[in-house]
Structure formats: structure tokens, C-alpha cells
Nanobody, 125 residues
Framework: VQLQASGGGLVQAGESLRLSCAAS????????MGWFRQAPGRDREFAAA????????YYVDSVKGRFTISRDNAKMTVYLQMNSLKPEDTAVYYC???????????????????WGQGTLVTVSS
């Protein structure tokens, strides 16, 4: 599967952005999808994930209540709605895919075989 992330940009603290990740291939509904982020000088970290059916979602504590991951399997797209953005959310955001139906280890980047190119989110204070 190939992934194309989009939707990043420059916003002020407190504003919102919605990231999209469009997938190619015929079996999108068989993939767990995740969003990861990497801030300058820091390791890539897990942000959110969603199971193949969309029935379960997972978030890192720092984004709970502010970010929402969702997917539209008919459109082969996963979304990350980011509200109440903070300067510490500034990072390159990557979408990733792994074959499977379970959300087990959804936060482990090593579990994901496919990665998009990343989209930059900059939040100014």
C-alpha cells in the first residue's frame, strides 16, 4: 500500500487542522492505520491509531481529548482531526499502515511496514 499525507500547515495555538492520508491498493480495510510525529531533534513518537474496522482507537496521552483519528474505508483515507493545537504539537506527521485487524502494539512504529512521506505541522504561540 502507498500512503500520501496532506493537510499540514502553519497555525496559531488553539486553532485546528485536519490531516488526511490517502492510500492506494485494494485492501485498505485490512490495515491498522497510525499517525506518528517527529519534532526537530526528537525521536519519532506515536500519536494515534485506528483498527482496520475503525472500531477501536488509540492515542498518546498528550493528545487525548484534542485529536481524533478516523477512517473512511470506502475513500481509502484516514484522518487526524487536531483541535486546540499547542506549540509542542509542532512536528512532521507521518501516516503508517500495518496489515492486520488487531490494535495490539498499535503504538509501536516497528509494527508498521508502510509509511507516507510526512506533512509538516507548525503551531505558533
Amino acid at each position: 500500500v502507498q500512503l500520501q499525507a496532506s493537510g499540514g500547515g502553519l497555525v496559531q495555538a488553539g486553532e485546528s487542522l485536519r490531516l488526511s492520508c490517502a492510500a492506494s491498493g485494494r485492501t485498505f480495510g485490512a490495515y491498522v492505520m497510525g499517525w506518528f510525529r517527529q519534532a526537530p531533534g526528537r525521536d519519532r513518537e506515536f500519536a494515534a491509531a485506528i483498527t482496520s474496522s475503525g472500531g477501536s482507537t488509540y492515542y498518546v496521552d498528550s493528545v487525548k481529548g484534542r485529536f481524533t483519528i478516523s477512517r473512511d474505508n470506502a475513500k481509502m483515507t484516514v484522518y487526524l482531526q487536531m483541535n486546540s493545537l499547542k506549540p509542542e504539537d509542532t512536528a512532521v506527521y507521518y501516516c503508517a499502515a500495518r496489515l492486520g485487524y488487531s490494535g495490539r502494539h498499535a503504538s509501536d512504529p516497528n509494527e508498521y511496514a508502510y509509511w507516507g512521506q510526512g506533512t509538516l505541522v507548525t503551531v505558533s504561540s
